[in-house]
């Protein structure tokens, strides 16, 4: 089992920045690809950045040179660093664990973020 809280969500204005982070319990997270995720009203959760265990990223293409996934597996703690943030970037932002071999995969519940133009 696998515990993830996500915190760093808030409003800010258009152009502006934030880091959110994922902190993890119940062991396993190094071993994990982790995730970033994000759901507007009205529409489905869509994938924002992945990051391998040996941290190789991977980023939508909507927010490629804005964020920044990273880890710190000592801290068992992901981060997701967001500038120049956009109004269309306005969603609950979800951390994930992905499944991990015959172990199922994890998500926390969520932050706001609001940008506001």
């Known amino acids: 089992q696998v515990q993830l809280v996500e915190s760093g969500g808030g409003l800010v204005q258009g152009g502006g920045s934030l880091r959110l982070s994922c902190a993890a319990s119940?062991?396993?997270?190094?071993?994990?690809?982790m995730g970033w995720y994000r759901q507007a009203p009205g529409k489905q959760r869509e994938l924002v950045a992945t990051i391998t265990s040996s941290g190789s990223a991977n980023y939508a293409d909507s927010v490629k040179g804005r964020f920044t996934i990273s880890r710190d597996n000592a801290k068992n703690t992901m981060y997701l660093q967001m500038n120049s943030l956009k109004p269309e970037d306005t969603a609950v932002y979800y951390c994930?664990?992905?499944?991990?071999?015959?172990?199922?995969?994890?998500w926390g519940q969520g932050t706001q973020v609001t940008v506001s133009s």
């Open positions: 119940g062991g396993s997270f190094s071993a994990r690809t």
């Open positions: 994930r664990a992905h499944p991990l071999y015959s172990s199922g995969g994890y």
